[in-house]
């Protein structure tokens, strides 16, 4: 194997609010808040070396889905999958019509409409 180049820091959703995707994610991760301004937000996790970086951009247009323009998602463990719909849609997720994931992982989006999975997987 060869040496890195760099380690991966973060991974940075675009939207129209950082504070109103913030609050979602805090209560999803629970992680915490490692900076914040108007224009962009930190999540850290205790012990966890990536953050989640929430960085505003005018005229957001939110991934639409079910779409192959989604670019990417976010795949979450969780110990209950209807455990985990009802924290979820409390916290303010949306949960789309279209689900392929059967009995295996459940497809939600945040409050700017970003896809993730959530499942009962561990890796």
């Given at each position: ?41 930190y ?9 989640l ?6 005229d ?14 976010l795949d ?7 455990d ?40």
């Amino acid at each position: 194997m060869s040496r890195p180049i760099g380690t991966l820091a973060a991974v940075s959703l675009d939207c129209p609010d950082p504070a109103v995707l913030a609050e979602f994610y805090t209560r999803l991760l629970g992680w915490e808040v490692a900076f914040s301004s108007d224009d962009f937000t930190y999540l850290a996790g205790k012990d966890f070396p990536v953050r989640l970086s929430l960085q505003r951009v005018p005229d957001h247009k939110p991934p639409s889905w079910p779409s192959p323009d989604k670019q990417f998602h976010l795949d979450l463990s969780v110990d209950s999958l209807d455990d985990a719909e009802k924290a979820i849609m409390e916290a303010g997720g949306t949960k789309p019509e279209f689900q392929p994931g059967g009995d295996k992982w459940v497809v939600f989006q945040d409050p700017a409409g970003h896809p993730f999975c959530v499942t009962t997987f561990k890796a």
